[in-house]
């Protein structure tokens, strides 16, 4: 991990950051996942956080496994599986680095919902090689909301604002850029790191996968790379 510890800034949140936290806005995010998740039984979500979306497509599933490392929003997460009263869904503790060893089955969806941008790119493709080898057939690996390098540093310009100037959403681009390429590391602080979606699909490819990406709905800065 970099420097600024993603896992020490979670460790006490309660919600995942979500452009709204509405439960209107979040039962949108969840049907708009469901339907590239396009069925399945089973499903593990790594980085579930607090559940704000997977509360919503636990019910679509047999079995649901929510795995995270922060203490905070597993408990939330548990808190509202039991108010909704699910019982097919369990939580483990857990990092990028754990998560395996405390995995016991395998799933025909495996997710991240916007955590591929807390990873490097040498831990995406160790990801990306265990989770391959934790699915079914005909499973699939989704990474969700992932952060694109292309669009990115558009969107923190504030180009797609409802009130900006192209000439100096430009100069604030190439600014931006700029402190990127000196100082390196992630893209932004908090955010992490932002990926050109054929760069996944080229780790995928090294174990045979086959990747395609669709542009996130609810984030114009965002893609989703659907790996199977």
Same mark, same amino acid.
């Given at each position: 991990?970099?420097?600024?510890?993603?896992?020490?800034?979670?460790?006490?949140?309660?919600?995942?950051?979500?452009?709204?936290?509405?439960?209107?806005?979040?039962?949108?995010? @969840? $049907?708009?996942?469901?339907?590239?998740?396009?069925?399945?039984?089973?499903?593990?979500?790594? #980085?579930?956080?607090?559940?704000?979306?997977?509360?919503?497509?636990? *019910?679509?599933?047999?079995?649901?496994?929510? !795995?995270?490392?922060?203490?905070?929003?597993?408990?939330?997460?548990?808190?509202?599986?039991?108010?909704?009263?699910?019982?097919? /869904?369990?939580?483990?503790? /857990?990092?990028?680095?754990?998560?395996?060893?405390?995995?016991?089955?395998?799933?025909?969806?495996?997710?991240?919902?916007?955590?591929?941008?807390?990873?490097?790119?040498?831990?995406?493709?160790?990801?990306?090689?265990? @989770?391959?080898? &934790?699915?079914?057939?005909? #499973?699939?690996?989704?990474?969700?909301? !992932?952060?694109?390098? &292309?669009?990115?540093?558009?969107? &923190?310009? #504030?180009?797609?604002?409802?009130?900006?100037?192209?000439?100096? @959403?430009?100069?604030?681009?190439?600014?931006? $850029?700029?402190?990127?390429?000196?100082?390196?590391? *992630?893209?932004?602080?908090?955010? #992490?790191?932002?990926?050109?979606?054929?760069?996944?699909?080229?780790? /995928?490819?090294?174990?045979?996968?086959?990747?395609?990406? !669709?542009?996130?709905?609810?984030?114009?800065? &965002?893609?989703? @790379?659907?790996?199977?």
């Amino acid at each position: 991990m970099p420097d600024f510890s993603w896992k020490k800034f979670y460790s006490k949140r309660t919600d995942g950051g979500h452009r709204s936290q509405s439960e209107k806005f979040l039962k949108k995010e @969840a $049907k708009e996942k469901l339907l590239h998740l396009d069925g399945g039984k089973s499903l593990l979500d790594f #980085g579930c956080g607090s559940a704000d979306v997977l509360i919503y497509i636990v *019910p679509e599933y047999e079995k649901v496994t929510g !795995v995270d490392f922060s203490q905070s929003m597993l408990q939330t997460a548990i808190e509202k599986c039991q108010s909704f009263g699910y019982n097919n /869904a369990d939580f483990i503790y /857990a990092d990028e680095n754990s998560i395996w060893e405390n995995i016991t089955q395998s799933y025909d969806r495996i997710i991240t919902i916007g955590v591929v941008q807390h990873l490097t790119i040498d831990q995406i493709e160790q990801f990306i090689k265990n @989770a391959s080898e &934790r699915l079914n057939p005909d #499973g699939k690996i989704i990474f969700f909301d !992932v952060l694109d390098s &292309r669009l990115f540093y558009l969107w &923190r310009a #504030g180009l797609f604002s409802k009130k900006y100037n192209y000439f100096f @959403a430009f100069l604030l681009f190439l600014k931006l $850029k700029l402190i990127h390429l000196i100082k390196g590391g *992630p893209d932004d602080k908090i955010m #992490g790191y932002s990926y050109n979606p054929y760069v996944i699909e080229k780790i /995928a490819q090294k174990f045979g996968l086959q990747m395609e990406y !669709v542009s996130s709905t609810y984030y114009e800065y &965002r893609y989703h @790379a659907i790996i199977f």
